[in-house]
C-alpha cells in the first residue's frame, strides 16, 4: 500500500478510529494485523516472510537472554544473521550472483547460463532484516532487554509507518515506546498531521515533478545537449530526496498520531559540506545501521586513519549493494567509497597541517564552495543510481562529460525552469543547515502554522503530478 | 483548517468547473472524455420521444469534425426527418479511445433507463487483449466514476469487478465522484495547456496526450516543443486481441442482452483495412469471435467492416464527410428499413 494512495487515505483514518476507541490491551494486536494488511496488501505471501524474520529472531532473542556461554550466545546470533541476510540474499540477491558468476566463468571459457528464480522482490525486505538484525545484535551486546511479548516484538517488526521504507529502527528506542504507549496528545495529532501533509507535498509536487524531466532525458541521454544532461542529473538528487524525505516526513507523522516517537532520517542533505558529511545527513538510520555494526566492529577510527578508511569504503561499497542487485549500483557505492577515501585523506592532512591554527570553517555562506562542490559530486554519483543499466550511466557521463557528442541543440528553456526548482530546493536546505536563521516558523501562532499547512494540502492537491508513482525506496 | 480549506476548494470547483449538458441537448460530450456521469443520464422516457443510445469509439466521435457533421447527429437528422411524427433522440455515447470496460460500464448505465434502440458499433481494437489486467485508471473517460454509484456498480457483474476493480483505483474514482476539487487540477491543467500547448505533458502528465477537458479557447504563443528522442520500436501486439478479448466481448454481449425493451444491433464497425496489415489477423478473430457470440447469445449482429469505400477515409478507422454520410444512411436504412425521404 503506497502512501500517496487513496487506500491509504482510507486505510489510515480507520485504523487510528479503531486505535483511538480501543483499550490499551488490544492496540498492540490491532496495529499488528493493520501493519500485516498493509504489508500484505498487494502480494500477501510476502508476509509470510515477515512473520518468518519476526519468529526468528523473537526465539533468537528469547534465548541470548537465557543462553550465559558467550560461545553459545555468538551462535546464536549468526542463526539471527544467517537466518535474516539468507532470506535477504535469496530473494535479493540470488539471481545477481548467479548471474554474475556465469558472466565471469563466460570469461574464462565455462559455457552456461544462470537459471534465473525472477521473484518479485519482497517490498521493504532490506528494511525490516536490518531493523530485526539490529534486535538480535542488541540483545546479543546487552544493550536491551530480550522482548517476551510476542505481539510487541512483532509490532516492533512490522509497525507499519515505517515497515517498507524506513526509518530502521532501534530496539532500544522503539520496543519501550510500544509496550508502554504513551497517551496521545493534541500536540501530536498537530505534529503528525503537519509531517503528513509535508511529506505528500514533497513527493506528489516536486519529487513526481523532477522525474518528468528526470526521465525523459535518462531515456536516451544522446537525444539531448550536455547542459539539459547535467540539470537532470542534478534533479534527480532533488527528485530522490524528495521522494525518500517525502515518505520518511509521512512515516514520521502517521507514527506520531499513534502516539511514537519515530527518529529522523535527513538533516538537509543537499547542504552538505563534505562527503562525510553527507552521509551524516542522509539516510541517517542506515548509515548508523552500518556505523554501529559494521564499521566500528571492523576498528572503526580506532585503527588509524588508514585503516578507517579503508572500512568506510566498504561500508559503503557494501551499502551500494544494499540499494540493489545491479552493477550500477554496485558502481555507486564504490563511486562513494573512491569519494569516502579521498575524503579521508584531505581531512587528515588538513588536520595535521592547521594543528594549533583556527578550526574549520563548518557553517555560513564561507561554506558554500564547499557545499557545492560536494553536491557535484552526488550529482554524479545519482547517475549511478538512477540508471537503467550500466550502459544507461555511462552514456549519460559520456554526454556530461563531452566525451561523447551531444546533441547540437540549445539547451531547452524548460530545462532552465526544472534549474530554478532544483535551484529553491537547494537553497531551502542551505539556509536551513548554514545560516542559522532558527526554527522561526515553529515561533509563529498556531493559526497562522495550521492556515499555513492547510493551504500547502490544498496545494498537493492542486498541484500532484497526475500520475500515482511509487516511492523510489520500495524497490530496496 | 485543513478541512476548510477542502471544503474551500470543493465550492471553488463546483462553482469552475463547467456544467456538462446531457446527451439529449448536446451532439457530443462537449469535453471529449470528461464528465461522462452527466452526460450518459440524459435519457429521459417521453411519450413522443423515441431514444437511441449509440455506443461506439472515436469513429463515431468525430473529434476531426463539428459534432453536427458526425455520422450520429446525421442520423438523428435522417430519423425525425423520416418520422416526423416521433421525435428521435439519438445519444451519441461514443468515447475517443474506448476500451471495453467503458463498453460495460455504458451497458450497465442503460439498464437503468428505457432506450428504444441501442447500437453497438465496435471495433477490434476497443477490445484489445491487454485491457484485461487493467484498472479503471486506464479509462479515457470518467465514466468509471459510475462505479460510484452502487446501483450501477450491482449491474456489472462479477467477474468484471475481479478483473478490473483494483481497489486504488475505483476508490480514486468515487472520491472524484464526490468531491470535485479533486477534478479540478485536470481541468487547470487543460486549460493551461491549451492556451500554452505543452505545458501539460511537461509539467503536470508526462504520459497523457490528450486533454481531460477539451475547451475551446484561443491559443497564446507556440507550442512547448519538448524534445522527446525519436520512439525506438513500435510496440506490434498493442491493439492485440485475443482470448482474453473473446472473455470481454462476451461479457458486453450478455450485459447488451439484458437490456430489456430496446431493440439491440451490435455492428462491427467499417475500417480501412489493407490486405498487408498487421492488424489483419486481430481483425478476423474479432469478426468471428462476435458472429459466433452474436448466434450463441441471439443478438442482432451486423458485419460492416468492409461496408464503406476505402478511399473516404482519413486513416484506418476514421471516415472522411462522405463516410460519415454514408454509415448514416446506412444505419438509417437498417433500422427504418420501409422509410423513405
Same mark, same amino acid.
Given at each position: 500500500?503506497?502512501?500517496?494512495?487513496?487506500?491509504?487515505?482510507?486505510?489510515?483514518?480507520a &485504523?487510528?478510529?479503531l486505535f483511538?476507541?480501543?483499550p490499551h490491551?488490544?492496540?498492540?494486536?490491532?496495529?499488528?494485523?493493520?501493519?500485516? &494488511?498493509?504489508?500484505?496488501?498487494?502480494?500477501p505471501?510476502?508476509g509470510?516472510l515477515?512473520?518468518? $524474520?519476526?519468529?526468528?529472531?523473537?526465539? &533468537?532473542?528469547?534465548?541470548?537472554?537465557?543462553?550465559?556461554?558467550p560461545?553459545?550466545?555468538? %551462535?546464536?546470533?549468526?542463526?539471527?544473521?544467517?537466518?535474516?541476510?539468507?532470506?535477504?540474499?535469496f530473494?535479493?540477491y540470488?539471481?545477481?550472483?548467479?548471474?554474475s558468476?556465469?558472466?565471469l566463468?563466460?570469461?574464462?571459457?565455462?559455457?552456461?547460463?544462470?537459471?534465473?528464480?525472477?521473484?518479485?522482490?519482497?517490498?521493504?525486505?532490506?528494511?525490516?532484516?536490518?531493523?530485526?538484525? $539490529?534486535y $538480535?545484535?542488541?540483545v546479543?551486546?546487552?544493550?536491551?532487554?530480550?522482548?517476551?511479548?510476542?505481539?510487541?516484538?512483532?509490532?516492533?517488526?512490522?509497525?507499519?509507518?515505517?515497515?517498507?521504507?524506513?526509518?530502521?529502527?532501534?530496539?532500544?528506542?522503539?520496543?519501550?515506546?510500544?509496550k508502554k504507549?504513551?497517551?496521545?496528545?493534541?500536540?501530536?495529532?498537530?505534529?503528525?498531521?503537519?509531517?503528513?501533509?509535508?511529506g505528500?507535498?514533497?513527493k506528489?509536487?516536486?519529487?513526481?515533478?523532477?522525474a518528468?524531466?528526470?526521465?525523459?532525458?535518462?531515456?536516451?541521454?544522446?537525444?539531448?545537449?550536455?547542459?539539459?544532461?547535467?540539470?537532470?542529473?542534478?534533479c534527480f538528487?532533488?527528485?530522490?530526496?524528495?521522494?525518500?524525505?517525502?515518505?520518511?516526513?509521512?512515516?514520521?507523522?502517521?507514527?506520531?498520531l499513534?502516539?511514537?516517537?519515530? &527518529?529522523?532520517?535527513?538533516?538537509?542533505p543537499m547542504a552538505?559540506r563534505? %562527503?562525510?558529511?553527507?552521509w551524516?545527513?542522509w539516510?541517517?538510520?542506515?548509515t548508523?545501521?552500518?556505523?554501529?555494526y559494521?564499521?566500528?566492529p571492523?576498528?572503526?577510527?580506532?585503527?588509524?586513519?588508514a585503516?578507517?578508511?579503508?572500512n568506510?569504503?566498504l561500508?559503503?561499497?557494501?551499502?551500494?549493494?544494499?540499494?540493489?542487485?545491479?552493477?550500477?549500483?554496485?558502481?555507486?557505492?564504490?563511486?562513494?567509497?573512491?569519494?569516502?577515501?579521498?575524503?579521508?585523506?584531505i581531512?587528515?592532512?588538513?588536520?595535521r597541517?592547521?594543528?594549533?591554527?583556527?578550526?574549520?570553517?563548518?557553517?555560513?555562506?564561507?561554506v558554500?564552495?564547499?557545499?557545492l562542490?560536494?553536491?557535484?559530486?552526488?550529482?554524479?554519483?545519482g547517475?549511478?543510481?538512477?540508471?537503467?543499466s550500466m550502459?544507461?550511466?555511462?552514456?549519460?557521463?559520456?554526454?556530461?562529460?563531452?566525451?561523447?557528442?551531444?546533441?547540437?541543440?540549445?539547451?531547452?528553456?524548460?530545462?532552465?525552469?526544472f534549474?530554478?526548482f532544483?535551484g529553491?530546493?537547494?537553497?531551502?536546505?542551505?539556509?536551513r543547515?548554514?545560516?542559522?536563521?532558527?526554527s522561526?516558523?515553529?515561533?509563529?501562532?498556531?493559526?497562522?502554522?495550521?492556515?499555513?499547512?492547510?493551504l500547502?494540502?490544498?496545494?498537493?492537491?492542486?498541484?500532484?503530478? $497526475?500520475?500515482?508513482?511509487?516511492?523510489?525506496?520500495?524497490?530496496? | 483548517?485543513?478541512?476548510?480549506?477542502?471544503?474551500?476548494?470543493?465550492?471553488?470547483?463546483?462553482?469552475?468547473l463547467?456544467?456538462?449538458?446531457?446527451?439529449? *441537448?448536446?451532439?457530443?460530450n462537449?469535453?471529449?472524455?470528461?464528465?461522462?456521469p452527466? /452526460?450518459v443520464?440524459?435519457i429521459?422516457?417521453?411519450?413522443d420521444?423515441s431514444?437511441?443510445?449509440?455506443?461506439?469509439?472515436?469513429?463515431?466521435?468525430?473529434?476531426? /469534425?463539428?459534432a453536427?457533421?458526425?455520422?450520429?447527429?446525421?442520423?438523428? #437528422?435522417?430519423?425525425?426527418?423520416?418520422?416526423?411524427?416521433?421525435?428521435?433522440?439519438?445519444?451519441?455515447?461514443?468515447?475517443?479511445?474506448?476500451?471495453?470496460?467503458?463498453?460495460?460500464?455504458?451497458? +450497465?448505465?442503460?439498464s437503468?433507463?428505457?432506450?428504444?434502440?441501442?447500437?453497438a458499433?465496435?471495433?477490434y481494437?476497443?477490445?484489445?487483449?491487454?485491457?484485461r489486467?487493467?484498472g479503471?485508471?486506464?479509462?479515457?473517460?470518467?465514466l468509471?466514476?459510475?462505479?460510484?454509484?452502487?446501483?450501477?456498480?450491482?449491474?456489472?457483474?462479477?467477474?468484471?469487478?475481479?478483473?478490473?476493480?483494483k481497489?486504488?483505483? *475505483?476508490? +480514486?474514482?468515487?472520491?472524484r465522484?464526490?468531491?470535485?476539487?479533486?477534478?479540478?487540477?485536470?481541468?487547470?491543467?487543460?486549460?493551461?495547456? #491549451?492556451?500554452?500547448?505543452? *505545458? #501539460?505533458?511537461?509539467?503536470?502528465?508526462?504520459?497523457?496526450?490528450?486533454?481531460?477537458?477539451?475547451?475551446?479557447l484561443?491559443?497564446?504563443?507556440?507550442?512547448?516543443g519538448?524534445s522527446?528522442?525519436?520512439?525506438?520500436?513500435d510496440?506490434?501486439?498493442y /491493439?492485440?486481441?485475443?482470448?482474453?478479448?473473446?472473455?470481454?466481448?462476451?461479457?458486453?454481449?450478455?450485459?447488451?442482452?439484458?437490456?430489456?425493451? +430496446?431493440?439491440?444491433?451490435?455492428?462491427?464497425?467499417?475500417g480501412?483495412?489493407?490486405p498487408?496489415?498487421?492488424?489483419?489477423?486481430?481483425?478476423e478473430?474479432f469478426?468471428?469471435?462476435?458472429r459466433?457470440?452474436a448466434?450463441?447469445?441471439?443478438?442482432?449482429y451486423?458485419d460492416?467492416?468492409?461496408?464503406?469505400?476505402?478511399?473516404?477515409?482519413?486513416?484506418?478507422?476514421?471516415?472522411n464527410?462522405?463516410?460519415?454520410?454514408? /454509415?448514416?444512411?446506412?444505419?438509417?436504412?437498417?433500422l427504418?428499413?420501409?422509410?423513405?425521404?
Amino acid at each position: 500500500m503506497l502512501f500517496n494512495s487513496f487506500t491509504f487515505a482510507v486505510f489510515l483514518p480507520a &485504523v487510528l478510529l479503531l486505535f483511538y476507541v480501543s483499550p490499551h490491551r488490544w492496540r498492540r494486536a490491532l496495529l499488528v494485523l493493520a501493519s500485516y &494488511v498493509f504489508y500484505c496488501w498487494e502480494t500477501p505471501v510476502y508476509g509470510l516472510l515477515l512473520l518468518a $524474520s519476526t519468529l526468528l529472531d523473537y526465539t &533468537v532473542g528469547r534465548l541470548l537472554e537465557r543462553t550465559p556461554g558467550p560461545v553459545r550466545r555468538r %551462535v546464536l546470533l549468526c542463526c539471527s544473521l544467517a537466518g535474516n541476510l539468507g532470506m535477504l540474499g535469496f530473494f535479493k540477491y540470488a539471481d545477481f550472483f548467479g548471474e554474475s558468476m556465469y558472466g565471469l566463468g563466460g570469461l574464462f571459457g565455462f559455457e552456461g547460463t544462470w537459471d534465473a528464480y525472477g521473484f518479485i522482490l519482497p517490498v521493504g525486505i532490506s528494511f525490516y532484516t536490518f531493523q530485526t538484525i $539490529s534486535y $538480535s545484535i542488541q540483545v546479543y551486546r546487552r544493550q536491551v532487554s530480550a522482548e517476551h511479548d510476542f505481539l510487541t516484538f512483532a509490532l516492533y517488526v512490522s509497525f507499519f509507518p515505517q515497515l517498507v521504507a524506513g526509518p530502521i529502527e532501534r530496539a532500544s528506542h522503539l520496543l519501550p515506546q510500544l509496550k508502554k504507549w504513551n497517551p496521545v496528545t493534541a500536540d501530536d495529532i498537530r505534529y503528525g498531521l503537519e509531517r503528513i501533509i509535508t511529506g505528500l507535498f514533497m513527493k506528489l509536487v516536486i519529487a513526481d515533478r523532477l522525474a518528468i524531466l528526470v526521465d525523459l532525458v535518462f531515456a536516451d541521454p544522446g537525444h539531448y545537449p550536455a547542459l539539459t544532461v547535467w540539470i537532470a542529473a542534478l534533479c534527480f538528487s532533488g527528485q530522490i530526496y524528495m521522494d525518500f524525505a517525502g515518505y520518511a516526513a509521512i512515516a514520521i507523522g502517521t507514527a506520531r498520531l499513534f502516539g511514537v516517537r519515530i &527518529v529522523e532520517n535527513f538533516n538537509c542533505p543537499m547542504a552538505a559540506r563534505s %562527503v562525510g558529511d553527507f552521509w551524516a545527513r542522509w539516510h541517517i538510520t542506515l548509515t548508523s545501521w552500518f556505523r554501529d555494526y559494521v564499521f566500528t566492529p571492523l576498528g572503526g577510527f580506532r585503527k588509524g586513519g588508514a585503516r578507517a578508511a579503508m572500512n568506510g569504503a566498504l561500508v559503503l561499497m557494501l551499502c551500494g549493494l544494499w540499494h540493489g542487485a545491479e552493477w550500477h549500483f554496485v558502481m555507486w557505492g564504490s563511486y562513494h567509497a573512491g569519494l569516502m577515501i579521498c575524503y579521508y585523506l584531505i581531512r587528515t592532512t588538513r588536520r595535521r597541517l592547521r594543528s594549533g591554527r583556527n578550526k574549520a570553517i563548518t557553517t555560513g555562506f564561507r561554506v558554500l564552495p564547499w557545499v557545492l562542490l560536494t553536491l557535484w559530486l552526488n550529482t554524479i554519483s545519482g547517475v549511478f543510481f538512477r540508471a537503467s543499466s550500466m550502459d544507461n550511466a555511462w552514456n549519460m557521463l559520456k554526454v556530461m562529460f563531452g566525451i561523447s557528442n551531444a546533441a547540437p541543440a540549445a539547451v531547452e528553456w524548460y530545462a532552465w525552469l526544472f534549474l530554478i526548482f532544483i535551484g529553491g530546493l537547494f537553497a531551502a536546505d542551505f539556509i536551513r543547515a548554514h545560516l542559522n536563521v532558527g526554527s522561526w516558523w515553529g515561533r509563529v501562532p498556531w493559526f497562522v502554522r495550521s492556515l499555513g499547512y492547510a493551504l500547502l494540502a490544498g496545494l498537493t492537491v492542486l498541484g500532484a503530478v $497526475s500520475s500515482e508513482s511509487p516511492y523510489i525506496y520500495f524497490q530496496f | 483548517m485543513v478541512l476548510l480549506v477542502f471544503l474551500a476548494l470543493n465550492i471553488a470547483a463546483a462553482l469552475i468547473l463547467p456544467h456538462v449538458p446531457g446527451s439529449d *441537448t448536446a451532439a457530443r460530450n462537449p469535453f471529449r472524455f470528461r464528465g461522462f456521469p452527466e /452526460y450518459v443520464s440524459g435519457i429521459r422516457a417521453g411519450a413522443d420521444d423515441s431514444n437511441l443510445v449509440l455506443l461506439s469509439n472515436s469513429q463515431a466521435y468525430a473529434g476531426e /469534425y463539428r459534432a453536427r457533421d458526425g455520422y450520429p447527429a446525421l442520423l438523428s #437528422q435522417l430519423m425525425n426527418r423520416s418520422e416526423p411524427e416521433k421525435r428521435w433522440r439519438v445519444h451519441n455515447w461514443s468515447v475517443d479511445g474506448i476500451t471495453s470496460m467503458e463498453y460495460m460500464l455504458m451497458a +450497465a448505465e442503460l439498464s437503468s433507463t428505457v432506450p428504444d434502440v441501442v447500437v453497438a458499433s465496435i471495433g477490434y481494437a476497443d477490445f484489445k487483449g491487454r485491457n484485461r489486467g487493467e484498472g479503471f485508471s486506464h479509462c479515457r473517460s470518467d465514466l468509471p466514476r459510475l462505479s460510484g454509484r452502487p446501483p450501477v456498480a450491482m449491474r456489472l457483474p462479477r467477474e468484471f469487478w475481479r478483473r478490473h476493480g483494483k481497489v486504488e483505483d *475505483t476508490l +480514486a474514482f468515487v472520491a472524484r465522484d464526490r468531491f470535485p476539487m479533486f477534478r479540478l487540477p485536470e481541468f487547470a491543467w487543460s486549460w493551461l495547456d #491549451q492556451v500554452y500547448p505543452g *505545458t #501539460q505533458p511537461l509539467l503536470y502528465a508526462p504520459s497523457l496526450y490528450f486533454h481531460p477537458w477539451e475547451l475551446d479557447l484561443k491559443r497564446k504563443g507556440g507550442k512547448v516543443g519538448i524534445s522527446r528522442p525519436p520512439p525506438k520500436e513500435d510496440d506490434p501486439d498493442y /491493439y492485440a486481441y485475443d482470448e482474453n478479448s473473446t472473455e470481454m466481448l462476451e461479457e458486453f454481449f450478455l450485459a447488451l442482452k439484458d437490456l430489456e425493451g +430496446a431493440r439491440l444491433i451490435v455492428i462491427a464497425c467499417p475500417g480501412n483495412h489493407h490486405p498487408t496489415s498487421r492488424h489483419l489477423p486481430h481483425l478476423e478473430r474479432f469478426l468471428a469471435d462476435a458472429r459466433a457470440l452474436a448466434d450463441r447469445h441471439d443478438v442482432s449482429y451486423l458485419d460492416w467492416s468492409d461496408a464503406l469505400p476505402r478511399k473516404d477515409f482519413r486513416d484506418s478507422l476514421h471516415f472522411n464527410r462522405k463516410n460519415h454520410r454514408r /454509415y448514416a444512411e446506412r444505419l438509417w436504412n437498417e433500422l427504418t428499413p420501409d422509410s423513405t425521404l
